[in-house]
């Protein structure tokens, strides 16, 4: 398996969360196993099914997330020396040149994307036209929307 880029943010989100799934959730659903089974008959027990469906995706979770973090390539843009250029883990804000809207994006990679959060992953037609640009740039963006022009306003390494 190749390497899987995160930021340093996201790995620590990555780590509690396996975190809290060994120490919080795996033996709450075990405990609920038990209380569901001393109930008896557990072929017709709604709550041991859904308690072994919970205990099977906590499970195969915790095996994803070892697996991402074991292969795990973490960079912090802030300790590489970029001279200002958009790079992997950069926060970048643009305008589109034709309506004047400014969006501001972190550069992620795909395990961590999250639109709603305004991270994109490294491999988005945004993220590709942006990296290696710098401030006052202006970068041609071909989405399945169609094509659009954005100016780099501001990058920052947070």
């Avoid at 308690?51 to 973090?69: D, S």
């Avoid at 643009?94 to 490294?122: N, P, W």
């Amino acid at each position: 398996m190749s390497a899987i880029p995160l930021t340093v943010g996201g790995a620590e989100r990555l780590q509690a969360e396996l975190h809290r799934l060994k120490t919080v959730d795996r033996p709450e659903v075990i405990n609920a196993i038990a209380e569901a089974r001393a109930q008896g008959d557990l072929s017709e027990n709604a709550e041991y099914d859904a308690a072994r469906e919970r205990q099977a995706f906590i499970e195969g979770r915790i095996k994803e997330l070892e697996g991402t973090l074991s292969n795990a390539q973490i960079i912090d843009p802030a300790s590489l020396n970029v001279d200002g250029r958009a790079v992997f883990g950069a926060t970048v804000e643009i305008e589109e040149i034709e309506s004047g809207e400014r969006l501001t994006y972190q550069i992620v990679g795909d395990v961590e994307a999250d639109i709603r959060a305004s991270k994109i992953s490294v491999s988005s037609p945004v993220a590709r036209a942006l990296i290696g640009k710098s401030e006052g740039d202006v970068v041609e963006v071909t989405a399945p929307g169609g094509t659009r022009e954005y100016e780099i306003i501001s990058i920052s390494y947070i």
